[in-house]
């Protein structure tokens, strides 16, 4: 039987990971909390042969080390990596057998991101939700706002630079958007009325993608 784990967080809620990757008689599937320094050893030795890294620990624990990801990638286990810190090592070990899914993965990989600081949020400790906005969806989102018109060039430029100014847990809208009305001395009321609705996750697109993309390959090993 093959056995799945995948190392999952903030980027989407359990309950509807488990909508997409399920344990089946073919395979079984374990959701575990975000990765950190040790946790493939231990995979390795409970028998897993497909890991899926979306969340990872950095801040309070010590990440996962690209050194652990390519011994284990020695014994032929497949891991694939998405959303977060999966798309940060996928980008780094990718040439070494790791499979990165999704725009976060080839986006660092092309360079067009360079910082873990785009992915970093905090979030509740026991649930996982998340409490602040990593930076890659507020960038997206402005994008989003800027081509419906929501906001301008300079408006544009002067948020980012007011998120990207804030220490990552601290990155709220609701600050974000105070913060830049009074660089710019006016009202962004649109702005904040836009974002309730149409805030671009794409931490959760490609957890997803990673998700469905195991769930295909289980199928034909």
């Not at 997409?20 to 028998?47: C, F, H, Q, W």
């Not at 286990?77 to 899914?101: C, F, N, P, Q, T």
């Amino acid at each position: 039987m093959i056995k799945i784990i995948i190392y999952l967080g903030p980027s989407l809620p359990l309950k509807e990971a488990k909508k997409i990757l399920y344990s089946n008689t073919n395979r079984e599937v374990i959701y575990a909390p975000p990765i950190k320094r040790d946790d493939i050893p231990n995979a390795i030795n409970e028998g897993f042969n497909i890991l899926g890294i979306i969340d990872g620990l950095f801040f309070r624990e010590s990440a996962v080390s690209p050194r652990e990801i390519m011994e284990a990638l020695k014994t032929k286990v497949k891991i694939y990596g998405a959303s977060s810190m999966g798309a940060l090592r996928a980008s780094e070990l990718d040439r070494y057998g790791m499979i990165g899914i999704g725009k976060i993965y080839h986006w660092y990989r092309d360079g067009t991101l360079n910082s873990d600081d785009e992915v970093a949020l905090s979030f509740e400790s026991e649930a996982y939700t998340p409490i602040s906005e990593p930076l890659i969806n507020i960038r997206e989102t402005i994008k989003k706002a800027f081509e419906n018109n929501i906001l301008n060039k300079e408006e544009s430029e002067v948020v980012f630079k007011s998120a990207k100014n804030l220490y990552f847990p601290e990155r709220r809208w609701e600050k974000i958007i105070q913060n830049s009305e009074n660089i710019l001395n006016k009202s962004l009321s649109n702005l904040a009325e836009f974002v309730k609705n149409n805030k671009v996750d794409v931490k959760k697109e490609d957890a997803i993608l990673l998700l469905k993309r195991i769930d295909e390959d289980s199928k034909w090993l």
